[in-house]
Nanobody, 117 residues
Framework: QVQLVESGGGLVQPGGSLRLSCAAS????????MAWYRQAPGKQRESVAT???????NYADSVKGRFAISRDNAKNTVYLQMNSLKPEDTAVYYC???????????WGQGTQVTVSS
């Protein structure tokens, strides 16, 4: 079972940038599709971005052109570069891994991102 640890959240002004990191351990990283989700207060958790082991990506419409997901398979780490941040991006961001064969999901503990002036 994969263990995931997120880092990089914080408070940023509208229009600013943050980069989230998620370090994975306990599994063979290339066997997992990695993703970032977020959950704002009073809302359901939603998918933000996904990246396969080969590097194919997919984004929510709300973040296309502003966010970029990437992974370093040698470092067992996935990143989320967030640019042009908006107040509506405020949420707890969670790292997710899904095994490509079993579809077993693992989740990180979450990191808070707050966009406010």
């Amino acid at each position: 079972q994969v263990q995931l640890v997120e880092s990089g959240g914080g408070l940023v002004q509208p229009g600013g940038s943050l980069r989230l990191s998620c370090a994975a351990s306990g599994g063979r990283f290339i066997w997992y599709t990695m993703a970032w989700y977020r959950q704002a207060p009073g809302k359901q958790r939603e998918s933000v971005a996904t990246i396969t082991s080969s590097g194919s990506t997919n984004y929510a419409d709300s973040v296309k052109g502003r966010f970029a997901i990437s992974r370093d398979n040698a470092k067992n780490t996935v990143y989320l570069q967030m640019n042009s941040l908006k107040p509506e991006d405020t949420a707890v961001y969670y790292c997710n891994s899904r095994h490509v064969i079993s579809n077993f999901d693992s989740w990180g503990q979450g990191t808070q991102v707050t966009v406010s002036s």
